[in-house]
């Protein structure tokens, strides 16, 4: 979000040097704000779960995240902020997501339209003259 703010207002932001001022936070304490600057100094555009050591740290963490956040629904147990981060990390690693379906229903309900992937000049679903 820093980085596309940053683009947007023209601000040129230090990654790196966020990420290590950052450790020394009354907040954000974590060792792993030192893999996030080395990242960041590797590639500062780049997507962090795209660096090596987080990618290999999502490899190995997310099979037992799932069984947490799945456990946590079996048993009624809400855990909201470890289901959101999972479902932004399937979102961030599928190439379409299930907005489409979203825009499908808002053009069901109310004629809204949406950009068709395929090329075809039909801005509304076959339930449009229905």
């Keep these: 979000m820093m980085s596309a703010a940053g683009a947007e207002f023209g601000w040129h932001l230090d990654m790196p040097a966020i990420a290590r001022v950052w ?14 600057a080395e990242a960041l100094a590797e590639d500062a555009g780049r997507n962090l779960i795209l660096a090596p050591f987080f990618a290999n740290h999502l490899r190995k963490s997310v099979p037992a995240l799932r069984k947490v956040v799945a456990a946590g629904a079996l048993h009624g147990l809400a855990c909201p902020a470890l289901a959101s981060g999972l479902a932004w990390f399937d979102m961030m690693r599928t190439a379409r997501g299930t907005a489409n379906m979203i825009q499908a229903q808002r053009d069901f309900f ?21």
């Design 23 to 36: 450790r020394a936070g009354c907040i954000i304490r974590s060792a792993m704000l030192n893999d996030m």
């Design 110 to 130: 109310g004629l809204h339209g949406f950009k068709r992937l395929d090329g075809r000049d039909l801005p509304h679903g076959p339930w449009a003259d229905a």
